[in-house]
């Protein structure tokens, strides 16, 4: 619908669809600029003052004379600010005033200003609390998309960086901003991510990057294997952009998301490039080491409990010492359900108790609950190694998705004994294998198809001069 002639019929129309009288927070101020009626609107704590000052300080001196016939004439000898747009579609101005820009309707004219004055509220940009490092940059992604978009130009000073904005949301209109260099990035995938994002038919993303994600994979919601990688980290985002990655970043959120993601890019981190290669290299192998422990180190653990005739006898110190009444796989099971629980509480602990919240669960898990006769030392040994090391791995989803197969193969072990332990590891395997990846990208690239180059660089931490995007 574009705006009418009459002015008067516009502000009444916008009056009535911004419903002015009962949202305190949606401001329209009139005034008389030289011998003609205009009205602003603006959301009230969107609008930097200064500028709105500033701008007022020029269009109250403005005459009679000074209203030219055509409004792209008026806002360029009459508005001094940089960001300004005009727009005649009342759709459009509606969802720019909701935004957080100024707009600006005067009499005469069939064309409205919008002016992109706006801030919103942040915090500051200091590092993630997911992935911090020892060495480099303390920065981070906050919820304000214009930030988040200036730290990747900050790092990238290159005129092939392009970052195309969407909206996304028939309610929400929440921006998406695609960030990937021009001349690296595959043309395909780019359009195809294009076309995917603008097909998308829902109201609001409610859960910024999450209902992204869920609208962008749509099949396989049962796999529990990530498909997006996330980052919270400027310099690792912006590694991924020179590699030839596509970031995209939603308003509201600090996490950006990597596109395309193979199952292999989760299991590196930035520690490993903020060290010599040769420290790097030691840091990942411990890090894949120790994390493949979480899937395996309980099942077959069980499964040695189960057939120790199997093992050489050198392992006979793994056998439990003194059995309860209690199965084994039935405290297993508890104990994977109680770290959970706790993780769970632990977000809702205060910060000033969470020291004793954590006395407390460690007494309850450990001396106490053995001997009330629940749990034998060894589950709570294993588990509590297994939990400790799933934080070796920077991606709570890939944690979460050992976790669930860990439970399965534990479940199979148990009611088909060696059987059900290599069905087990069959089911991962083929899941692994049959995993889409979002774009046109293996999920188990590059083993599968094989790439030696590819494959030693994510075993091996190659020196930055050797292989720099």
Known sequence: MKLKEAYQLNVEYLNHKLDVENNFDVCNRSFILGNRECTFYFIDGFVKDEIFEKIFEFLLKLTPDDFPFRMNVFEKKAIPYTEVELINDFETIITQILSGSILCLIDGYDYAISIDGRTYPNRSISEPEDDRVLRGSRDSFVETLVFNTALIRRRIRDEHLKTEIHSVGTKSKTDVVLCY?????????ISDLKAQITSIDIPSLSLAQESLAECLIQKNWWNPFPR??????????????YEGKIVILVDNSPAAMILPTSFFDFLQEA???YFPPLIGTYLRWVRLI?????????????????????????????????MNAVPIII???IVEFLIDAIKLASLNTPSALSGSFGVIGALVLGEFAIKAHWFVPEVLLYMAFVSLANFTQPSYELSY?????????????????IIGFISGLVLIVLTLYFTPAIL?????????????????ELLIRVPIDKNNS
């Open 401 to 417: 998705a050992f976790k669930l197969w860990r439970i399965l193969l534990l479940i199979f072990t148990w009611t088909f004994n």
């Open 228 to 241: 997006i990688r996330y980052t919270e980290r400027p310099d690792v985002a912006s590694a991924n952009i």
């Open 181 to 189: 260099m021009e001349n690296v990035a595959d043309p395909k995938n």
């Open 440 to 456: 046109h990208h293996n999920y188990l690239f590059p083993l599968i198809p094989l790439n030696m180059k590819k494959l030693k």
């Open 271 to 273: 520690n490993d490039f």
């Open 331 to 333: 405290q297993l099971l």
């Open 290 to 322: 120790i994390f493949a422990c979480t899937l395996f180190l309980t099942p077959l653990w069980y499964l040695y409990i189960q057939n120790p005739q199997l093992f050489p006898e050198w392992l006979s110190f793994l056998q439990v010492q003194e």
